[in-house]
């Protein structure tokens, strides 16, 4: 894949798990930790997965690092609070500069 598809898949899965959060929202209730872990999981696998076929661009390793991050703090005991760290934050920050490369605006 190149960074461009790689980019668009990402912002993607990102904008998946945004639409998730804000449908348990909706329902009139607060996401649980189980909502949260699974949210992050199938972030996490999804761009494990991209990443892997991206080779070792800037982008691929950034979406690699991005994965490697939501599926940490998936299996913390509180994944809300887990993604709320600096490496989380910082991996989401690189992707975000990576993607701008391509002309993908991701925000993760």
Request: with cysteine.
């Amino acid at each position: 894949m190149s960074d461009k598809e790689l980019c668009e898949s990402a912002k993607k899965a990102g904008e998946e798990s945004k639409a998730a959060l804000i449908t348990i929202m909706k329902s009139g209730k607060e996401p649980s930790a189980a909502d949260y872990k699974k949210m992050l999981t199938e972030m996490g696998e999804t761009l494990t997965t991209l990443a892997s076929a991206g080779g070792d661009s800037k982008v691929a390793t950034a979406i690699r690092q991005m994965g490697a991050e939501a599926s940490k703090a998936a299996a913390a005991s509180n994944p809300e609070e887990a993604v709320e760290n600096p490496a989380f934050e910082k991996a989401g920050a690189d992707l975000t500069d990576a993607c701008k490369t391509t002309g993908i605006n991701v925000n993760f």
